[in-house]
């Protein structure tokens, strides 16, 4: 477990050859995926972004719940102004709690599908993994290749309103594998020897695709998953979102052979287009054995398999003897939200993709979110009027059957906003999120930065808010910085707000992050000496 405290994060263009064709991807130092940062708990590290690239870039460290310093979390216009051009800012980032992997992407436009790597960290110094130590660790990152240049993807589909265009392939660790053409020189490969367990490192760094992955013959122990450990969970396949990540034990305790893993989309909006093609990596053991010439495919769910998805999702439970601290029992701060995909009408003299020629947006409780022209917590920490309002609605604006088959038209069309939700420091929030058949249902994986939080239930349909909560799991939720919300279902989760700042919180589907599927949570300073906003560094980056 070698670490280091320093490292210089060069953002810049690099050619790479994927699916028969060359291209330039934006990337950290040239590599993709990008370099791996590793620490043990309670780490400090310092990263110097330098951006060498064409256009404005911020980076994030996803999970990482930087205690009382958002100033270096990374979110454009939310924690900071971009990185301009040709210059640079030296990001603190502090591990306290977290434990396991995680990963760092970049927050602005759609850069984070190239511009995206792994971070692992390991126990503080003298303890130990909740599991036997395993013989190598491996970083297994999925993403999404466009042969197209993706800032043009991005453009295209914000100029038209319509769905963005598909990705052309699935990655293992930035390779299509054997299934795609041009690929299988490249398909990425693991050794092992026969007899030993290796940790896995999951992460799910692709755009918009929530993904089943399986390894023929073999099964996977989920051990941790978002940074923190989990009860072991022993299964066939693994489903993961964007955002999520994911340690699992893997025992090669097979016939020394070739394997396949693999792993494709899942996904339950009836109406979205998506990939349906399958990405591929191999398991090697080593030694001498007669060569096969084309493994097996692993098993994997169907496409379309929510009950495979969420039989997975809804099994995991937290470690609670390696909880940071105690699941929070009496909520203070009750939020109910809707999430959305909406349309807005197709302004004159324009023609739109959206659906019958509207523009795609989407929305948390109606509120389509608005960046702003500098960042909130700037805008917060130095009082500056006029760049966000408080206020974000904490239920519902209006009360309807948000599953139903057919939702009057009216409520298509959400509300423009740059709106926050204060919290004061300390109290026990208890948010629900449901998902709205607004534009035909889909999951969502929210995503709330600054925070670790118990999932503590989720259900198809519309929540029933006085029976739901009955069933709520109390006892050994998992510890997540990101659930998928069923389509036309519910999920509710715990925190307490101790950490103060401003938080973004969005779906971790990058298209629906585009269309305005966010918030910001603005935490209030506590008393304590501990309990307030730290300083900000003196090389912010300006508007
Ligand atoms: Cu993975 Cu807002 O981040």
Known sequence: SKTQHQYNFVVKEARYTRLCSTKSILTVNGEFPGPVISAHQGDTVYVNVYNRGTHNITLHWHGVKQPRNPWTDGPEYITQCPIKPGEKFRQKILFSREEGTLWWHAHS????????????????????????????????????WWKNDVW????????????????????INGQPGDLYPCSNSGTFKLNVDQGKTYLLRIVNAAMNLILFFSISKHNLTVVGADGCYTKPLTRDYIAISPGQTIDALLYANQEPDQYYMAARA???????????????????????????????????????????????????????????????FNATTHIETTLSVNTFPCPKGQTCEGPNGTRFAASINNINFVASSIDILEAYYYHIKGVYSKGFPIFP???FNFTAQYLPLELQIPKKGTKAIVLKYGSVVELVFQGTNLVGGIDHPMHLHGYSFHVVGYGFGNFNKA???????????????????????????????????????????????????????????GKGWNETLLPPPPDMPRC
């Open 109 to 144: 436009d759609w850069s984070r599908a190239t511009v995206h790597g792994a971070i692992i960290i390991y126990p503080r110094k003298h303890r130990t993994y909740p599991f036997p130590r395993p013989y190598a660790e491996v970083p297994i990152i999925f993403g999404e």
């Open 152 to 171: 043009k993807v991005y453009t295209e589909f914000r100029r038209t309103g319509g769905s963005p265009n598909n990705s052309d392939a699935i990655t």
């Open 266 to 328: 899942y996904s339950s909006g009836a109406a979205v287009p998506f990939d349906n093609t399958t990405t591929t990596a191999i398991l090697q053991y080593n030694g001498n054995y007669p060569p096969i010439s084309s493994p097996p495919l692993p098993y994997l769910p169907y496409y379309n398999d929510t009950q495979a998805a969420f039989n997975f999702f809804g099994s995991l439970r937290g470690l609670p003897k390696r909880y940071p601290k105690s699941i929070p």
């Open 397 to 399: 604006p209006f009360l």
């Open 467 to 525: 029976k739901d909560p009955l069933q709520y799991n109390l006892l050994d939720p998992p510890l997540l910085n990101t659930v998928v919300v069923p389509k036309n279902g519910w999920a509710t989760i715990r925190f307490k707000a101790t950490n103060p700042g401003v938080w973004l919180m969005h779906c971790h589907l990058e298209r629906h992050l585009s269309w305005g599927m966010e918030t910001v949570f603005i935490v209030k300073n």
